[in-house]
């Protein structure tokens, strides 16, 4: 049988609070909202989960350190909307929000030709975040 998709992925940030805000201003009018806040599996600190469709986005507090831009670790995670026009209103929202813009909304012909638009962003942390309309890969 085969899986049906990733059910959540954790983010370990520098300031909960300060990401938290950042991910509902830019995402929280297309849908994501705040899921549940659990106890770690360390005792130490609360993770907070933010749903967004069928997945779930973990926050938790890092111990220390930097992300870095394709260091090992993340390279970017995508959001998938339905139209290009929830991809213009979430880019502006990050602008709004200040967050680093590392590409206008386009059309990304080396993924799928037009039927693939989307914009690639820096979340607080400097975590490559993209939001994307594809076409080609419809919601399920």
């Known amino acids: 049988m085969p899986g049906v998709g990733i059910q959540h992925l954790d983010l370990a940030v520098a300031d909960v609070d300060r990401s938290l805000a950042f ?23 609360e993770v907070v989960y933010l749903q967004f469709g069928h997945s779930w986005i973990g926050i938790r507090p890092a111990d220390g350190g930097a992300h870095a831009h394709y260091e090992v670790g993340i390279e970017h995670f995508a959001f998938q909307v339905d139209t290009r026009e929830e991809v213009d209103e979430a880019h502006e ?29 820096f979340d607080p942390d400097g975590i490559r975040i993209e939001v994307v309309c594809d076409r080609n890969h419809p919601r399920p």
Do not use: M
């Open 23 to 45: 991910y509902n201003a830019v995402l929280g009018p297309l849908g994501l909202a705040e899921y549940a806040r659990f106890q770690t599996y360390r005792g130490t600190e």
């Open 93 to 121: 929202r990050c602008r709004e929000a200040g967050a680093p813009i590392q590409t206008p909304p386009e059309e990304h012909y080396e993924y799928a030709g037009e039927d693939y638009y989307s914009f690639f962003a």
